[in-house]
């Protein structure tokens, strides 16, 4: 089956902008969560949506928000960019249930100028 | 301060012998690990799972060992190939229906011919 797509792969933005991301989920997974990876601060999660609800919230500041839609998809923005935004923001889906697997996608790229 | 640390930011195998990642965690509430490869621009891959009724799990060349007491576990890859250069992360959660996952810094294998 299909496994997790993240879109758009690769992306420049001005400081400043606003940023959109999206994921689909493996079919039959509820669970979609969100990670940002920098060479410095190594792979953190953001946020996870379950049932289109939050579930879990990272320290991560309220410029960074996220939604899901009743089909699993999830989307996540930043709002008003900034150069230390740049990363790659991978996103991973499982079933939700407890002592669970996720799975990720390849990731978007994001590069703030 | 990280709740997950692998303090070994590299190592070198040969190839055919055995490769020992470590992993180490402060948080004595996680009782849900797991271990991740990744390459270069790629999303990481779901390797093993282990969860605290366990100490050791296998699957084919990947063997996980977990020492609660000692709040370690470690990742032995055996035979090593070539083509298990990547860096591989140690994640751990505590075992709820959350999917919040705080991953180590990662190691990078590098397995010589």
């Known amino acids: 089956k299909a496994g997790v797509t993240q879109t758009p792969r690769y992306l420049i933005k001005t400081r400043g902008q606003q940023v959109t991301l999206s994921c689909s989920p493996i079919?039959?997974?509820?669970?979609v969560s969100w990670y940002q990876q920098t060479p410095g601060q190594g792979l953190q999660f953001l946020f996870e949506y379950f049932s289109e609800t939050q579930r879990n919230k990272g320290n991560f500041p309220g410029r960074f928000s996220g939604r899901q839609f009743s089909n699993s998809r999830s989307e996540m923005n930043v709002s008003t960019l900034e150069l230390g935004d740049s990363a790659l923001y991978l996103c991973?889906?499982?079933?939700?249930?407890?002592?669970?697997?996720?799975?990720f996608g390849e990731g978007s790229w994001l590069t703030v100028v | 301060d990280q709740q997950v640390k692998q303090n070994s930011p590299s190592l070198s195998v040969q190839e055919g012998r055995i490769s020992i990642l470590n992993c180490d965690y402060t948080n004595s509430m996680f009782d849900y690990f797991l271990w991740y490869k990744k390459y270069p621009a790629e999303g990481p891959t779901f390797l093993i799972s282990?969860?605290?009724?366990?100490d050791k799990n296998e699957d084919g060349r990947f063997t996980v060992f977990l020492n609660k007491s000692a709040k370690h576990l470690s990742l032995h890859i055996v035979p090593s190939q070539p083509g298990d250069s990547a860096v591989y992360f140690c994640a751990a959660s505590e075992d709820n229906y959350g999917q919040n996952f705080v991953f180590g810094p990662g190691t990078r294998l590098s397995v010589l011919p």
């Open positions: 079919s039959g997974h509820r669970s």
């Open positions: 991973a889906s499982s079933l939700g249930t407890a002592a669970d697997t996720i799975y």
């Open positions: 282990i969860s605290s009724i366990k």
